[in-house]
């Protein structure tokens, strides 16, 4: 199956910086990408859509300033945690799309970052 | 819109028990339907999928059968072992303004952490 990267796996960061996590399609060009969240013992929360070379959508109650996304290519997408704080702390995860003959295929997930704010 | 209902958990199990994890969905429409897997500290992996009425899904032994009837898409292991450990997921796609189907926005439910010991 296609594979989608994630990176870092990891990052520990103080609070007040910035944090990129970068999501990268290997073997295909994704039309679109996902950003979700997970907190502990919990579901996938969507929090945004991105599609290269336009503006990402971002669902309710998502700041989009805080949460920039950037999808500047086919294969890669960033999100941008600015200004991190404490409770931004969770597992983020991405997950890509192609899109064969006009429709969408199944998702592929990259492997998560969890981001601790210190 | 679409919403998937997930049994709850913790479930824990001995190996070689069997298996079922319930996941009933409402949604317009006969959509497809998906379970994916996670991992301890990794991201989500297709299991399996059913892409229309009464269409079973396999995969390492795990099967799900798509019920219109009861909206149901339970997922089932005759023999459970302790690398089956992980937390399960029911998803389902919503559809698109076109009346198409987008896979990569999913709507999760949950989630079902299951441990399997030796």
């Known amino acids: 199956g296609a594979v989608v990267s994630q990176h870092p796996s990891w990052v520990i960061c103080k609070s007040g910086t910035s944090v990129k996590i970068e999501c990268r399609s290997l073997?295909?060009?994704?039309?679109?990408m996902f950003w979700y969240r997970q907190f502990p013992k919990q579901s996938l929360m969507l929090m945004a859509t991105?599609?290269?070379?336009?503006?990402?959508?971002?669902e309710q109650g998502v700041e989009k300033d805080k949460f920039l996304i950037n999808h500047a290519s086919l294969t890669l997408s960033t999100l941008t945690v600015t200004s991190a704080h404490p409770e931004d702390s969770s597992f983020y995860i991405c997950?890509?799309?192609?899109?064969?003959?006009?429709?969408?295929?199944?998702?592929?997930f990259g492997q998560g970052t969890r981001l601790t704010v210190v | 819109g679409n919403s998937v209902t997930q049994m709850e958990g913790p479930v824990t199990l001995s190996e070689e028990a069997f298996l079922t994890i319930n996941c009933t969905y409402t949604?317009?429409?006969?959509?497809?339907l998906f379970w994916y897997v996670q991992y301890p500290g990794e991201g989500l992996q297709l299991l399996l999928k059913?892409?229309?009425?009464?269409d079973k899904g396999s995969n390492k032994g795990f099967e799900a059968t798509y019920r219109k009837e009861t909206t149901s898409f339970h997922l089932e292991k005759g023999s459970v072992q302790v690398s089956d450990s992980a937390v399960y997921f029911c998803?389902?796609?919503?559809?698109?303004?076109?009346?198409?189907?987008?896979?990569?926005?999913?709507?999760f439910g949950q989630g079902t952490i299951l441990t399997v010991h030796p």
């Open positions: 997950s890509a799309t192609l899109r064969r003959t006009g429709i969408d295929t199944e998702a592929f």
């Open positions: 073997d295909f060009q994704a039309t679109t």
């Open positions: 991105s599609n290269e070379g336009s503006k990402a959508t971002y």
């Open positions: 998803a389902l796609p919503p559809r698109t303004r076109a009346g198409g189907t987008s896979y990569g926005k999913l709507t």
């Open positions: 949604a317009t429409g006969y959509p497809s």
């Open positions: 059913a892409t229309k009425a009464d």
